[in-house]
């Protein structure tokens, strides 16, 4: 029975990929900062645990709880629109393909962002959510404040322009992994709603490895996956553009988009869940079915692409410099091994940025990114790729699948410790913990 600060029963809960379920006690929806904070109150007066979830697309457990389970789905929309600074602030439970279609509305746009849009702006934001890019960074680093729920039911608002005590917790609430508090508004740094030409063609893995360094280096905005079983690659670069405007056609956007990208990828990916000794041959047709095409459209319309087809993904950042070593390391596992791989590898970049704990923290990066179609057996080759990427001293995604502990990722952070001793002051109970919470961050 729902009461009226919209406190209800626990339900079920489960991911988008279906690899994680919790059975919360108890759920709350609150529609304002200020019944968040009382929930927050009352769930340590009860001496339960806080997390919060979005929309489920984290591959872990990170955001499972049996004790209170906040839905942001009232927390959501803008707050409001500074021009003068352009910056936009928004609730928390906010999607960001809502937030993508409000500010092209607006004449503003994001300078980037992932490819998928159906995350929380809280959600993506706190498990370090990335795109691609040369110059521009994760969505995490276009955050310019942010406002924090803490322990205690304190309501926190920090930027970089705060004290030193505010600026040590934006650095790390940006992407605060749901264990410093519960976000419940960000403000991102806009600008002006620009264009974007994308370049899409197939290119060969050799040539795409040789020449990775060039096309990160001539490009805004460069990616490229690669198609186990076959030595194809499909790459794309976007660049801003001074128009004009030239989407794709209705139909053939249908056809690249939906036909083969969702509908057709759907079919093939069922076959080779139940057929492995087809996935060869099928990876060979799909990495030659996408041609090169070339369009220009507003920012989101490019970046992000929709994702039907369920999957299960890990995922790791690399010093930018040794991704091509790791990637022709994968391929020869690949190449060697019983495995049969139906999905591409994706490969992306990022520079460095300043925040605590972003994959990105300090060092220019790339990202290789393997999947496994949803129900199919992928620990062993997660763990075989895991076992390449921890060599190149990898650093795992906080939101996608993998096994690493608090001591290893120790020494691939370098303010790892700066992270914990805060959480240590703002949540010495540890509220809003959990058990995977435990195993990344100790205690």
């Not at 109150?41 to 906040?70: P, Q, W």
């Not at 060092?363 to 076992?387: L, Q």
Request: hydrophobic share 40%; glycine share 10%; aromatic share 8%.
């Amino acid at each position: 029975m729902t009461s009226t600060s919209g406190t209800t029963k626990g339900r079920a809960w489960r991911n988008w990929a279906g690899t994680v379920a919790a059975r919360p006690l108890r759920e709350v929806a609150p529609a304002s900062t200020g019944e968040l904070a009382e929930a927050v109150r009352r769930a340590a007066e009860d001496g339960l645990r806080v997390k919060t979830v979005g929309t489920g697309h984290s591959f872990n457990a990170i955001a499972a709880t049996d004790g209170v389970l906040v839905r942001p789905d009232l927390l959501t929309g803008i707050r409001e629109i500074d021009r003068a600074a352009m910056t936009v602030t928004v609730g928390a439970g906010t999607p960001l393909k809502r937030l993508n279609a409000a500010l092209a509305r607006e004449d503003l746009s994001l300078a980037n962002m992932g490819d998928v849009m159906e995350q929380t702006a809280a959600g993506a934001v706190s498990t370090g959510t990335h795109g691609t890019g040369r110059d521009s960074a994760s969505i995490a680093a276009q955050i310019r404040g942010l406002e924090l729920v803490t322990a205690d039911g304190s309501v926190l608002t920090v930027s970089a322009k705060g004290t030193e005590g505010e600026r040590e917790i934006f650095a790390a609430a940006r992407v605060g992994l749901g264990a410093l508090g519960v976000v419940s508004a960000l403000t991102f740094a806009v600008e002006p709603l620009f264009l974007l030409s994308a370049r899409e063609e197939p290119m060969s893995f050799d040539r795409v490895t040789s020449e990775f360094d060039e096309l990160h280096a001539e490009n805004e905005h460069f990616e490229f996956y690669w198609f186990p079983h076959t030595g194809n690659c499909s790459t794309k670069r976007n660049n801003r553009s001074a128009g004009p405007l030239a989407p794709p056609g209705a139909v053939s956007g249908w056809i690249t988009d939906e036909l083969l990208s969702n509908g057709l990828f759907q079919v093939v990916s069922s076959v080779g869940r139940a057929v492995p000794a087809a996935v060869p041959a099928i990876a060979r047709v799909s990495s030659r079915a996408l041609s090169a095409r070339t369009y220009t459209d507003i920012p989101y319309k490019v970046f992000t692409s929709p994702r039907r087809v369920r999957f299960v993904e890990m995922e790791y950042a690399l010093p930018r410099e040794t991704a091509v070593a790791a990637l022709r390391e994968l391929k020869a596992m690949v190449d060697r091994s019983p495995l049969r791989i139906g999905f591409p590898v994706e490969v992306r970049t990022a520079p460095a940025d300043d925040i605590t704990l972003s994959t990105a923290s300090g060092r220019d990066s790339a990202y290789i990114a393997v999947h496994m179609y949803r129900r199919t057996p992928y620990r062993s080759y997660f763990t075989a790729v895991e076992r390449i990427m921890t060599a190149y001293g990898g650093r795992p995604h906080w939101g996608k699948i993998h096994t690493r502990d608090a001591e290893y990722l120790d020494g691939v952070y370098p303010r790892f410790g700066e992270f914990l001793a805060l959480r240590d002051r703002l949540d010495p109970g540890r509220l809003f913990g959990n058990d995977h919470l435990r195993r990344v961050l100790g205690g």
